[in-house]
């Protein structure tokens, strides 16, 4: 879990969340709590007040580990009700965190776009935000195309010199072909390849997500939950 932070966000020389660990960064949430079955970690924004910080840091250091999966967190309500009282709680997210134990086998159909190389998305993906050929943060960056258009993408949404996070889209139309399975198979390969951990988080209600951890047995680790 503490692979799974540092893969997640960047920190201040104190330890504290500054900033997500992507290209372009966005604002770290204001606390993130990484629950498993052995014990917890748990980190805070660098801005937040200092009482506000040790009435949040008194608090988590008496959340149980975990014991059942999707039950909210003991400290969750009180956790918001601490932080609202800085500004208006804006996010919660919960979600189950899983690791390849094993490399799959790569996909098949699958290929690695290069970092710059210009590939026309289909226009559902463009619709969802894909309009730029990957950068290097992005790597490896693993698709399926159709009729010269790509509708399939699974890539390195967060990495870390010791880990990589994936983050997977399909075009809705291309839904519910295994596609979203082929592309993650071909990342997870190669990033385990490299040495390094490959990482698969979604949330609880993310079904069509979760079928694909379960279809590859990954294990599961803990619970990720950010409050922003």
Do not use: K
């Amino acid at each position: 879990m503490r692979l799974q932070a540092r893969n997640l966000f960047r920190f201040d020389r104190q330890g504290r969340l500054v900033s997500t660990n992507e290209t372009p960064p966005f604002v770290a949430p204001r606390l993130f709590l990484g629950r498993t079955a052995t014990g917890n970690v748990w980190y805070l924004r660098h801005d937040l007040p200092p009482g506000q910080a040790r009435g949040l840091a008194s608090l988590l250091e008496r959340e149980p580990p975990l014991d059942e999966a999707e039950v909210e967190p003991d400290c969750l309500a009180e956790a918001i009700v601490i932080l609202a009282r800085g500004q208006p709680v804006t996010a919660i997210h919960r979600g189950p965190a899983f690791a390849f134990e094993t490399a799959p086998v790569a996909g098949s159909s699958t290929r690695r776009l290069a970092t710059g190389e210009a590939t026309p998305f289909h226009p559902q993906l463009q619709e969802m935000g894909w309009t730029d050929p990957p950068g290097d943060s992005q790597q490896p960056f693993f698709v399926i195309e159709d009729h010269g258009e790509i509708v399939a993408i699974c890539h390195s949404s967060r990495s870390s010199p010791d880990a990589a996070a994936a983050g997977v889209s399909t075009a809705p139309d291309y839904r519910q072909r295994g596609l979203a399975r082929r592309v993650v198979a071909s990342w997870a390969a190669d990033v385990m390849a490299g040495g390094r951990s490959a990482l698969y988080s979604t949330t609880w209600d993310n079904a069509a997500s979760r079928a694909i951890a379960a279809g590859f047995r990954l294990r599961f680790f803990g619970e990720d939950c950010h409050i922003t």
